[in-house]
């Protein structure tokens, strides 16, 4: 028999805040401002974290235990999963190139879990933007089979210069801001998050009512530009969740603002819900692309917005892009949401679509 995983306690720190509820004010105010990082002669967009701290190490410690203290006393041998596309990287850029690197980057996780005064398994999962919600479906199926009760899943994306040079050098970059499915988006803006969600047996507000990650093929660096892997990605998520398209009252689009990715979602989402289209919502405008942390993050700040009955407009977007022929809201809304779609779409082809019920 599979049990039902709820989530029963969340943490959050972003650009937007260093809360969930404070983050959700901040969403519901259209607050989207961004700091400015620079490569080479270029400037980009990019969303920082309010923290003093220079030093890097010190600065991931101070996010990850902050986040924590947000979750509540846990259980020590509470199971740790850690969602990152980066993990320290940053620290040994600032250490320099003489420092040796360690046997693999999930030895980051030891510290993580330390800061979290957790001292159970740790399981480190590293697949770009669906980073997160690869480590939610570890999590959860061992959840639902019995064989643990508790998870945490930590999602960090911190600053560092290898990701921030490795996406400008591709062209990956917008120079303005994000502007998702809009006909004049021209690419992503990196941020920074912290976030982190506890899962469990017993019952809480929220359940995971079914989630399917995929793949795309068809490039290492953008999804099949007709949407075919992503529709029948949040397909199988609905079946599983046993939700018809109709059931679905909100989607949080992956919508970054990248020209092909934005385009492929919107082809799916034709597919997989013709008519029946609900509201579309992209965060990232708001809170930057966070990369590996970005699932965590942005379950963590729609759920605070759903239980504030809250949901924020989508800001960039202003022109209708004939090829999308779709767009976000535009208006924030109060309307009571208990059933919503949440996708991912990651660089080099991974697919991910959670579906999210209100208990």
Same mark, same amino acid.
């Given at each position: ?83 990152? =596309?980066?993990?320290? #990287?940053?620290? $040994?850029?600032?250490?320099? +190139?003489? %420092?040796? /690197?360690? &046997? *693999? ?20 999962? =590293?697949?770009?933007? #669906?980073?997160? $919600?690869?480590?939610?479906? +570890?999590? %959860?199926? /061992?959840? &639902? *089979? ?214």
């Amino acid at each position: 028999m599979r049990r039902a995983v709820h989530i029963v306690g969340s943490g959050l720190l972003c650009a937007r805040g260093d809360a969930p509820g404070t983050v959700a004010d901040a969403l519901w105010a259209g607050e989207c401002s961004h700091d400015q990082r620079q490569v080479g002669e270029r400037s980009f967009p990019y969303y920082r974290l309010p923290l003093l701290e220079t030093d890097w190490l010190a600065r991931a410690e101070a996010a990850v235990r902050q986040v924590a203290g947000q979750l509540g006393e846990l259980p020590p041998d509470t199971p740790l999963f850690v969602a990152s =596309s980066s993990f320290q #990287i940053g620290h $040994f850029e600032q250490a320099g +190139a003489d %420092r040796e /690197l360690p &046997a *693999a980057t999930a030895s980051f996780s030891r510290h993580l879990a330390a800061w979290m005064g957790l001292s159970g398994a740790r399981h480190s999962l =590293s697949n770009a933007c #669906i980073s997160g $919600f690869s480590a939610i479906d +570890a999590a %959860r199926s /061992l959840i &639902a *089979a019995g064989q643990i009760e508790e998870a945490v899943i930590l999602g960090i994306e911190l600053d560092n210069a290898s990701t921030l040079a490795g996406f400008a050098g591709m062209e990956l970059l917008s120079r303005t801001r994000c502007r998702p499915f809009d006909a004049e988006r021209d690419g992503l803006a990196l941020g920074e998050a912290v976030a982190a969600i506890h899962l469990s047996a017993r019952p809480g507000r929220w359940r995971i009512a079914g989630l399917h990650t995929g793949i795309d093929a068809w490039s290492t660096t953008g999804p099949n530009p007709d949407g075919t892997p992503i529709a029948q990605t949040m397909q199988a998520c609905l079946a599983e969740a046993g939700l018809s398209p109709g059931d679905i009252e909100l989607i949080k689009l992956q919508a970054a603002g990248s020209p092909g990715t934005d385009l492929a979602e919107a082809n799916a989402l034709r597919t997989a819900f013709g008519q029946r289209m609900p509201p579309l919502l992209s965060l990232k405008p708001m809170l930057g692309h966070t990369l590996g942390a970005s699932g965590i993050a942005e379950l963590t700040a729609l759920i605070a917005c759903l239980d504030a009955d809250h949901i924020p407009a989508t800001a960039g977007f202003s022109r209708v892009d004939p090829e999308i022929a779709l767009f976000p809201m535009v208006e924030r809304s109060t309307v009571h949401v208990e059933r919503a779609l949440l996708n991912l779409i990651g660089f080099g082809g991974g697919l991910a679509s959670l579906a999210l019920v209100r208990q």
